[in-house]
């Protein structure tokens, strides 16, 4: 991409927009720790003891900015771009000015001075369809507990899809219940405490497409008895909940969901609903127009989408099954294929076909991954014991279809929108690694870091592929902090360079390959570790850019002028690790044209991979960087053994 095209203000800000939005914060931290099952630890009772996240000095955040610059811009560039920096940074420039701001931001947010800035720069103010752009999908292990149906019949729901979802739903349930009553264990970092406050942002959560910026709306305690489940893109509320909140049984939620297959297997063509739902995959003002719309169409349509909105999560159910190859059925759970029978303004919105495999799509700006990570993991091992303790025998109220009233102009814009979300799935290139030859056990036993050295194979990977190396993002979480989300790891480094060009030297020996490894390992765990503890380089820029309040500082500030800003946050690889990956794998779309995203977990004796690249850039292929990532693990071991 030629970097010199973004340099109008419109240009410029629309780019960075999207870039904030790098790897969508999939956050990764250190391996965290819950309090003893016995403990008698509130879930929250830890907040006043997490610090604020930390404004960073300018010095730090220049010197560790401009060491990231080395490895991407040629002499004369960087030349430039220290200028720019120093400018920027020097005693009573601008950036003491916006330093100030930023001071005076942090005693006014209730979290920190990063929260509100992100939320809206990193999410709500993004446009582009959040369906690909800012969701993300994992799909989960095939159960034991409920054997795939062999050959089930298309336009079928069936019994072990049914009784997974049901399942399925009773676990949410629990965990919306420990979450309200605070018995969820806090977690720590060793003996540091972790922000909680994500876990709220879960249940009963949704964002609203609006003008001209987007809302994401949600509540805590939970209020809502009821679950939204959709079949053929009809939506329903289903009670799954007493109105004094008593819990029921598995199977009441089962018959519930049957409810919902009988009446939409019996539903007259007459009384089928449009599929609304195709409008949240739509450019985020269309679809917040079209919203308005329906709100002024009729106060039926305020009480539908209402009732969507407040939903403690949505189940889809799909009367097909997508394929058996999980290369090809994570798919069903990334897009649908054409977008249909799902809502992606919802939080979760869990996913089941006919022969019972089943997945998660999630909406990522109320939390990051390791927060509906945790939900995962518990659903997965809890497969087995989803009963709820006690459950009563209340009858639930009945189910209700969701209608709603359309004209003309509603109905044109989703049959656009179908047009627009098949040709945006069309164009993703998706595939999966599952490599079983090492995982963390063996990294470890030869003294690397398995994030690390992950991280140090896509260097090789893509340098192998491309013939040069690239800006590359990782996600770092800051849960050590207040309100804490993520931060970036900028993993293309000086001493990954230096490992990468010794690694693919004839005149390199093995004892030196490792040498270079090792050092861009330890590099990259120093970067790691100080941006976990919030002093990164990417969130304190972009906080001080948006301190900028004329026309006349934005001139002035030639740290953001100068191209190289836009070039180093050009992430061509958008990563992040969400391991172990035990029981469930996911993945999300690229963040520039021509780059890919790419989700990893390390078991103890795997990898698990996700890719995902557009079509439309000739420059990627998913299928085929799969194979030179591989390639460089194979690779890499020989140079360890």
Not at 53 to 58: A, K, Y
Not at 200 to 217: G, H, S
Not at 444 to 449: A, D, E, F, G, N
Not at 513 to 540: F, P, T
């Amino acid at each position: 991409m030629n970097i010199a095209s973004f340099r109008s203000s419109h240009q410029a800000a629309r780019l960075l927009t999207s870039l904030t939005r790098s790897g969508q914060g999939r956050g990764r931290i250190a391996a965290y720790s819950t309090a003893a099952p016995h403990s008698v630890e509130k879930s929250f009772q830890n907040q006043s003891r997490v610090p604020r996240l930390p404004i960073p000095s300018l010095a730090e955040t220049a010197a560790r900015y401009k060491r990231s610059l080395i490895p991407i811009l040629g002499e004369a560039e960087l030349a430039r771009a220290e200028k720019a920096v120093d400018e920027f940074v020097k005693p009573d420039g601008l950036g003491e000015i916006l330093q100030g701001r930023l001071r005076t931001l942090d005693k006014t947010e209730k979290h920190s001075w990063l929260e509100t800035i992100w939320l809206n720069k990193g999410y709500l103010e993004w446009r582009e369809p959040s369906m690909i752009n800012v969701n993300w999908w994992a799909q989960f292990k095939d159960s034991p507990s409920f054997n795939l149906e062999k050959n089930p019949a298309r336009g079928v729901v069936s019994d072990v899809q049914i009784q997974r979802a049901a399942n399925y739903a009773s676990s949410l349930l629990t965990f919306n219940d420990h979450v309200n009553n605070q018995t969820l264990p806090p977690e720590y970092q060793r003996t540091a405490p972790l922000c909680m406050n994500q876990y709220k942002n879960q249940f009963e959560a949704y964002r609203v497409a609006d003008l001209p910026r987007d809302r994401i709306v949600t509540t805590w305690p939970t209020t809502s008895d009821y679950i939204a489940v959709m079949m053929r893109d009809q939506i329903f509320r289903v009670p799954v909940i007493g109105h004094n909140g008593e819990r029921v049984s598995i199977q009441a939620i089962e018959q519930q969901l049957k409810h919902v297959v009988e009446a939409v297997n019996n539903l007259p063509e007459k009384e089928k609903q449009p599929a609304i739902g195709v409008l949240t995959s739509e450019n985020r003002d269309t679809w917040a127009k079209a919203r308005h719309t329906l709100l002024g169409l009729s106060p039926q349509n305020h009480a539908s989408l209402s009732v969507i909105d407040h939903a403690l999560f949505v189940i889809c159910l799909d009367d097909y099954s997508s394929d058996r190859d999980i290369d090809v059925s994570h798919h069903n759970i990334f897009h649908a294929g054409n977008a249909h029978n799902r809502w992606f303004d919802k939080s979760m919105q869990f996913i089941f076909e006919s022969n019972g495999r089943a997945g998660i799509n999630g909406e990522h700006t109320p939390a990051d991954a390791v927060i509906p990570g945790r939900i995962l993991d518990e659903l997965v091992k809890n497969e087995k014991n989803a009963e709820p303790k006690n459950p009563s025998n209340i009858r639930l109220a009945p189910i209700e279809h969701i209608k709603f009233v359309v004209n003309g102009e509603i109905e044109a814009t989703i049959k656009q929108a179908e047009v627009n979300a098949k040709k945006m799935i069309d164009n993703v290139d998706s595939c999966l690694i599952h490599f079983g030859e090492y995982g963390s056990n063996w990294l470890k036993s030869v003294k690397c870091s398995p994030d690390a050295f992950v991280q140090m194979a896509l260097q090789l990977a893509y340098y192998r592929h491309y013939g040069t190396w690239t800006p590359t993002y990782e996600s770092a979480s800051t849960r050590l902090f207040l309100g804490g989300r993520t931060e970036t790891v900028r993993s293309c480094s000086v001493e990954s360079v230096a490992f990468v060009k010794g690694y693919e030297s004839k005149n390199t020996d093995t004892t030196e390959k490792q040498r270079l490894l090792q050092k861009a390992i330890q590099s990259h765990l120093e970067y790691m570790m100080a941006a976990s503890a919030g002093k990164g380089v990417d969130r304190h820029l972009l906080g001080l850019r948006s301190m900028m309040q004329t026309p006349e500082e934005q001139k002035q500030a030639l740290i953001f002028q100068d191209p190289s800003y836009i070039q180093s946050m050009y992430f061509r690889i958008s990563s992040s690790n969400m391991s172990p990956g035990d029981n469930f794998w996911g993945g999300f779309g690229p963040v520039v044209p021509e780059g890919y995203g790419i989700n990893y977990a390390i078991g103890k004796e795997n990898i698990k991979f996700s890719i995902s690249s557009l079509k439309s850039c000739k420059e990627t292929n998913s299928r085929e960087f799969r194979e030179t990532i591989l390639s460089a693990l194979k690779d890499m071991k020989k140079t360890l053994v």
